[in-house]
Nanobody, 122 residues
Framework: VQLQASGGGLVQAGASLRLSCAASGGTFSSYEMGWFRQAPGKEREFVAAINWNGRSADYADSVKGRFTISRDNAKNTVYLQMNSLKPEDTAVYYC????????????????WGQGTLVTVSS
């Protein structure tokens, strides 16, 4: 499974961004998907996850109400809509695939993309 994240950039606080992650090389609809992020000098942290059919989602408390994860199985793509961005959201964002039962464990995913940088200025 190969994952390619895109959509990062430099925005001001309060702005919105939508990240995309295109998957290839597997059966996209057979696994859960997640987004993680890693800020400079910090450990990687869980952001959001979505189950295989898009009907269930899980969010970190820090993004709940501001970020929305979604997926389009016909396009083999998962999205992360980020609204009301804050400087503390600055990080490299990674998408990942989870081969297991829902809910995910928020940690040990099976495949990872290369990351896309999101920078939020104050």
């Amino acid at each position: 499974v190969q994952l390619q994240a895109s959509g990062g950039g430099l925005v001001q606080a309060g702005a919105s961004l939508r990240l995309s992650c295109a998957a290839s090389g597997g059966t996209f609809s057979s696994y859960e998907m997640g987004w993680f992020r890693q800020a400079p000098g910090k450990e990687r942290e869980f952001v959001a996850a979505i189950n295989w059919n898009g009907r269930s989602a899980d969010y970190a408390d820090s993004v709940k109400g501001r970020f929305t994860i979604s997926r389009d199985n016909a396009k083999n793509t998962v999205y992360l809509q980020m609204n009301s961005l804050k400087p503390e959201d600055t990080a490299v964002y990674y998408c990942a695939a989870y081969f297991g039962r829902w809910p995910t464990n928020r940690r040990t995913y099976d495949y990872w993309g290369q990351g896309t940088l999101v920078t939020v200025s104050s």
